[in-house]
């Protein structure tokens, strides 16, 4: 059952008046205390599209904190509150921010949420990184977005949301966030005032910066492997995973299709992962290419292959990447920045990534680059972890905890 409370409350009069904050949960699974859904209603934000057979849409109980609304305006956002959040006696609060086509329960209170496989490993736990964190005297926090690989620009604001509320809440000055994969991007674009035109710039109130698997230097792992990353993605192939494709056209059992929704690159009137395009960086001249994939040549650089037909990276990379503009903007010196990779290629379920170090998306080069970081306090590699435990993994949590202090 799920708790709906008219709000606000007198502890939101210090919330910024742009927010507003449209309903309070209390009867919230995976151990979380409540959750709260806001609007943003800054001029600039926009209804993001989503795929059309409903693979991106809000699910489970997300659906229900988002008023039931399936594809919600990427205004919205939701704040978790975990146990111990105005009590636990560090009194420095945790924001958490997850990443690409997850969501704050599976990626940080209970990673068996989505069955096996979900966390990365044959089996999955029932508690991870909020868990730990609230269990040893933290005060934890998580934003959940309204698009599961939405435009990071919009993420990247909405943290800046979080953040506020958390600091009127708690009477605090500063937090700790901590991002994951694709929540780094929001997390540091945030720290880094890289921002729309409309959007607010940095406000100062980031004491450290926690990435985990995060690439900073950009990844291109879905065009080097792209015919076996596709096959997930492919209907006609069995595919139903929600990630963005690097070919246009496929052919599978012998019938040759077009799928614009799942480009990269906006094309035939969808741009449904602006999130996922603004990652991209190339590291074939680092790493070379997979070969071994069927039509590994034109998948990365562009063109019709054998099977398959898509715009190259280096066409997607100009159609939105934000790596660049980061790594030149920055992360402030006054923010104290850490750096997690995972170190095993091992993830269960997909083709990992075999050109070089990784934790089997990310390249640990990549996860750990410090191109634009002003003040690194610390780097470490989880050489057991893949991409998909770093939210979970005994280890992991340690460093986490022992980087918060």
Known sequence: MTGLLAVPTAASAAVPSYLTQEATYTSVANGWERVERFLDTTPGFVQESYPPDGRGDQDGQRKTFFGGVAKPHSGRFLMYYAPGWNTNPKTVPVLLVHGANDNPDRAWANPGEGGGFGCGAMSCPNTGMMQYLSGSGRRVFAIGFAHKEGDNLMQAQEVGDAIAIIKARLGVSSVDVVGWSKGMMSARMYASSVKPTWGRSYAGDVRKLITLGGPNGGYDYPFAHG????????????GAVNSP????????????????????????????????????????????????????????????????????IQAAIDAGSLIARIQQAGVPATVQTYLLAGGAPTVVGIFNENRGPSDGVVFISSALSTVGVATVSGTATVATANHLQLGW?????????????
């Open 393 to 405: 993994h005994s280890s992991v949590e340690a460093q986490v905890a022992a980087w918060l202090g």
């Open 245 to 312: 494709a690097p070919h246009t056209y496929m052919t599978c059992y012998g019938q040759y299709t077009y799928h614009p929704e799942f480009s990269f690159v906006p094309t035939g009137g969808f741009d449904n992962y602006p999130g996922q395009r603004q990652m991209l960086a190339r590291f074939d001249g680092a790493y070379g290419i997979d070969q071994t994939q069927q039509d590994w040549y034109t998948t990365y650089y562009g063109g019709q292959g054998f099977y398959t037909k898509g715009p190259g």
């Open 227 to 238: 015919y076996a990353h596709d096959l997930s993605i492919w209907p006609e192939c069995g």
